[in-house]
Each structure stands twice: as structure tokens, then as C-alpha cells.
């Protein structure tokens, strides 16, 4: 690649389906299997070709922007993180209007809440246009999915099927030889007015570009997970915990505590007289008394006692004392008997 490449992610939602998760933060911050979601979003893009090269590009929200970028500076220093901010919520390629100045060269961009496993190295010598990571699924209905044709090549992109003839839903991650022609689609589709309910979305602008002879490939993925509702958000945080992110060996020695794996509890945790998993992350500085907790993400900070939880997600610094049952809590919120 001559120029360097672009890894966008567009990040402006309001992450309405995560509240009161995302009240105090946005949905890329959100816990998840000792990380945030935004860092496992970072993390697919290790192979690409010539990654110390790479420039990222987030495009942020009106509100609460500032902790995303306080994040990547604490965490990514050395890399190079442009930002662009989308005033008003107006659709993806609307989001993608508003950082064109950053978009140059070759662009791979994914969803902030979307995280596949896949090797991108193969872009050093991919010859197509573009590239859009599928994956078949049993109902196609509540998805977007890509027409191909005979010889391989996407005809178009459609957005929720009426039948179940094409399975090949779209992921939401992106390759784009030239960004600048999908800047140039996103403008014709801003000019013709290609929405839906004020929202411009970026598959109406891609086949822009199909009906102009684009040539845009598909690639398989096996693994397509989401991080955008409670449900979806505990059902990744299982999967990661069992495929590489468990530590339970480091707290084999806790008398007074059962450890039931796959776990993921921070070094600066502390636990006592409870039983721990299996399905849990527990983050920094989280304190667990005489409790049992199980297939939940519970925030730093947290403070636990006496309790029983299942299936629960907690923000930053909540207190629980006495309570059985399911809970979903956002930052600094308290539930005590």
C-alpha cells in the first residue's frame, strides 16, 4: 500500500440499547472480559498489513467524546488516532461525511460494536476494489446481506430481506481500495436525498458505487460477535472468556473462595469468602464479600456483598449489598438491604 492505511470506527451513537450503561460513558467503554469493548474492536485490527503504519480515525458522538479520546492516550500513545465528531445523528454515511478530511488512500473500518475474528493480512496483495466480510446465517431477515453474483462479485447490498434465499449477512467491516470514491458515493447519496427517516445509511452509498462498476468481493468470517444489547454483550463476554481470556489459574490459592471457571478477575480485585464463575469479569478494584456471582460483567469499583448475581451487568462503582437476583446498573448507582 503506497499510502498509509485508514482503520476507521464510527462511534457516535447514544448506545440506547446498553442503558444505563452508556448514561455516563460511551458504548465502546462498556467492560468486557478485562478490557472495554473499543479495546477488542482494536485488538482485530493487529494483522493488518503493516500495522505501525496505520493511521485510525474514530468518529465520535457530540457528548462524552473526551473519554474515548482520554482512553486511546492513555492506552495507544504511539499510535496515530485522528478524530472527527458527528453533531447530529444522522445515519453512518453522514458519519463518514464528517471525517472526510482524514479519508485518503486505502480505509478498512468496522462498527464499534462489532468484533469478528479474522486475519487481515491478505489485504498486502488484495486486487479488488473492496471487500465486505460476510457470514451465513440461518435467518437472513434482521440483517443487511450482499448479492453476489457468478463470478464472486457483490451486485448489491440490501437491507433486511423479505425471504431467506441469500444468507449471506453482512458484518459490518469494510475494505476500500480508494476511500475517496466512497466519500464521492456518500455525496451523491447526501445530493439525491438516498435516506430513510432523515438516516443516511452507508449501504445505500456502497451501491452507489456497485451500479458504477465497483468491484467488492466477499469474505467469510467464522466468528461474528456483538457487543450492542445486554444480552448480546454478556453472550460475547462467555465466548472470550472461554476462547483465551480466562485467568482462574492465578487464583487457585484463595482459601476462602471457589473459583469456577472461565473467569476474568483484575490483579487489583479483591475477594473473599464467595464463590466467583463460571462467565464472570470482574474489573480493577471491584471488592466481593460473602457473595456468588456468575455469567456477569461487573465494573471497577464495584463493591458486593452478601449477594447473589446472575447474568448482570454493572458499571463502574456500584455498590450491591444484599441482593439476589439479576441487575443491570449504571456508573455509581446502589441497590442495599
Known amino acids: 500500500m503506497s499510502k498509509p492505511l485508514k482503520i476507521v470506527i464510527p462511534m457516535a451513537g447514544f448506545g440506547t440499547r446498553l442503558r444505563p450503561l452508556t448514561w455516563s460513558k460511551p458504548k465502546p467503554l462498556v467492560s468486557l472480559a478485562g478490557k472495554t469493548v473499543l479495546d477488542y474492536v482494536l485488538d482485530m485490527f493487529l494483522t493488518v498489513p ?27 500513545p504511539d499510535w496515530h488516532v485522528d478524530y472527527a465528531v458527528q453533531p447530529e445523528m444522522k445515519g453512518q454515511s453522514d458519519a463518514f461525511w464528517q471525517a472526510r478530511e482524514f479519508l485518503h488512500g486505502p480505509m478498512l473500518m468496522a462498527f464499534s460494536d462489532t468484533l469478528i475474528e479474522n486475519d487481515f493480512s491478505f489485504l498486502a496483495d488484495e486486487e479488488a476494489d473492496a471487500v465486505a466480510w460476510v457470514k451465513p446465517v440461518p435467518d437472513p431477515r434482521r440483517f443487511g446481506v450482499a448479492e453476489v453474483n457468478e463470478n464472486g462479485w457483490v451486485t448489491q447490498l440490501t437491507e433486511k430481506p423479505e425471504d431467506m434465499s441469500n444468507n449471506l449477512a453482512v458484518v459490518g467491516c469494510y475494505y476500500f481500495r480508494e476511500s475517496e470514491d466512497l466519500i464521492a458515493a456518500i455525496e451523491t447519496q447526501i445530493e439525491k436525498d438516498v435516506s430513510l427517516k432523515g438516516e443516511y445509511y452507508l449501504a445505500d452509498a456502497i451501491n452507489i458505487l456497485l451500479a458504477e462498476g465497483l468491484k467488492m468481493r466477499t469474505e467469510m468470517v467464522d466468528v461474528w460477535l456483538d457487543a450492542g444489547t445486554p444480552e448480546a454483550l454478556l453472550d460475547t463476554n462467555r465466548y472470550l472468556l472461554e476462547h483465551g481470556r480466562d485467568n482462574s489459574h492465578r487464583y487457585g490459592d484463595l482459601e476462602d473462595c471457589v473459583i469456577i471457571p472461565p473467569v476474568n478477575i483484575h490483579p487489583n480485585a479483591r475477594v473473599s469468602q464467595s464463590v466467583l464463575g463460571p462467565n464472570l469479569s470482574l474489573g480493577e478494584e471491584a471488592v466481593v464479600k460473602g457473595s456468588l456471582i456468575r455469567d456477569s460483567i461487573i465494573g471497577p469499583g464495584a463493591q458486593i456483598t452478601n449477594s447473589r448475581l446472575d447474568t448482570s451487568l454493572l458499571g463502574h462503582d456500584v455498590t450491591i449489598t444484599g441482593q439476589s437476583g439479576q441487575f443491570n446498573l449504571g456508573d455509581e448507582s446502589w441497590a442495599v438491604k
Not at 462524552?64 to 492513555?74: P, T, V
Open 50 to 76: 503493516d500495522f505501525d503504519s496505520a493511521e485510525f480515525v474514530f468518529i465520535l458522538g457530540p457528548m462524552m467524546g473526551e473519554q474515548i479520546q482520554e482512553h486511546a492516550a492513555r492506552l495507544y
